[in-house]
């Protein structure tokens, strides 16, 4: 078996040293002798032979050392020393290494051109910026995108739009932003997501752009055929037995013994042109939902609050309430998520107010980075048809019902950039409040 490199360097090192002590030795012995004068030349080139020797050697290890670290400096991993029974094992050992460099590198090239072919082929635009604007990246949905096949700079976004460069350079890293900007004299709305990484001590900065504008314009028209929908029906509903009754009326003018007749139909004109003005006002109300006032609000108490405040409708259901952590907090408006919890509190008892033993949970806690704050029951349901329709404003499946309050608390929740979600359960449903 093979000595170990560093054992078989310093034995051979270290008889060299010996066989050179011994020869100047014996050299230094025989100057004390006269009969031996031929003696100290043999012994001063047996020396000579020694040091040669020993300064070839550890040449040769420089040497091989010296090219090692070329190979190492200049990446040339390809590089590869011959092997001899003098420091054949050195040479193996770096030969093993280059070729472990050689396969480490292959890898990442591999794996650069993956990553590098699946961001330029990702459908969403996407492109890179160094600190001094430049681009490291655009991928090929950026170029459609903008219209610009030499994408460059940020400052080559200012052709589409002036002010595109600079709203981009200012939205923070980690969070996303909506811009109402022009590509090729099109008014558009994109959804702008930013990250930063570092590579090689350089920040820069990742750019994903989304152009919602057709989304946008479909449901935007969706939402305002189901508006004006339930409109219609709800001024029809009204306008109809008013119109109806006004006829009758004007027929009974003529009637002197009508006059009961007559006050009966004014009245329930009076209270239909009531229950209109109240429907505007609501709509009115809809309009004006306020802007939030963040501030960070511990989720206990402001959960045990909103129990407390509806204590006596909640008296006879059973009622539990959790936070992980405890100390659980949000960036909101304290009084506008009181104001959703209480829309839902009151959603989900009239859908429990049938149940033998009505049951309600309410958790908060921690989901990926997300605050959520769930509150179900185990009432009536919704059913999957009525869900699809419960956001829209002014529709209800309840017979006093103004329709606005599911559609008021997600425009809350819209405008603390997160979500209210509705999820149908066996028995009953559940409810989220989503923040980001």
């Not at 025989?30 to 050697?57: C, K, N």
Request: glycine content about 4%; some cysteine.
């Amino acid at each position: 078996m093979k000595q170990p490199l560093r054992q078989r360097f310093r034995l051979l090192t270290t008889m060299q040293v010996l066989l050179l002590a011994a020869t100047l030795a014996a050299l230094a012995a025989t100057l004390f002798r006269s009969e031996l004068l031929a003696l100290p030349l043999l012994f001063a080139a047996l020396a000579l032979v020694q040091v040669g020797l020993l300064i070839h050697s550890v040449q040769r290890h420089v040497d091989t050392l010296e090219d090692f670290f070329a190979a190492i400096n200049y990446e040339d991993f390809t590089r590869r020393f011959v092997e001899d029974d003098v420091d054949g094992e050195l040479r193996q050992a770096f030969n093993r290494i280059l070729g472990r460099f050689q396969d480490a590198r292959a890898e990442r090239d591999l794996q650069a051109g993956y990553l590098d072919t699946v961001v330029r082929h990702v459908p969403v635009p996407f492109f890179a910026a160094r600190a001094d604007g430049s681009l490291s990246l655009s991928n090929n949905p950026a170029r459609r995108l903008t219209g610009l096949p030499a994408l460059r700079h940020m400052k080559d976004l200012a052709a589409l739009d002036p002010q595109l460069p600079e709203a981009l350079a200012t939205i923070p890293a980690g969070q996303q932003r909506l811009l109402r900007s022009r590509l090729r004299d099109v008014p558009v709305e994109l959804r702008v997501a930013v990250a930063e990484i570092r590579l090689e001590g350089q920040v820069e900065r990742l750019y994903s752009v989304e152009n919602l504008s057709g989304e946008l314009t479909a449901r935007e028209s969706a939402a305002w055929r189901d508006l004006i929908r339930v409109l219609t029906h709800e001024i029809m509903n009204t306008l109809t037995p008013v119109t109806s009754l006004a006829k009758t009326t004007e027929a009974l003018l003529d009637d002197p013994t009508a006059t009961e007749d007559i006050r009966q139909a004014v009245q329930t004109i009076g209270r239909r042109s009531d229950g209109l003005m109240r429907f505007v006002a609501h709509y009115r109300e809809l309009l004006k939902v306020p802007e939030p006032e963040l501030a960070m609000v511990s989720l206990r108490p402001l959960l045990d609050g909103v129990l407390r405040l509806q204590a006596t409708a909640l008296a006879s259901t059973t009622v539990s309430c959790e936070v992980q952590p405890d100390t659980l907090s949000v960036n909101a408006d304290a009084r506008l998520i009181e104001q959703v919890l209480i829309n839902l509190l009151r959603n989900a008892l009239e859908a429990m107010v049938h149940s033998i033993s009505p049951e309600l949970r309410l958790t908060a806690h921690m989901d990926f980075g997300r605050t959520v704050v769930t509150l179900e029951d185990n009432g009536c349901g919704i059913d999957p048809q009525t869900l699809e329709q419960v956001f829209i404003p002014f529709f209800t499946t309840k017979r006093e019902g103004s329709g606005i309050g599911l559609s008021i608390s997600r425009q809350i929740m819209t405008a603390h950039g997160g979500e209210l979600v509705l999820e149908p359960l066996r028995s009953g449903t559940r409810a989220k409040l989503i923040f980001r």
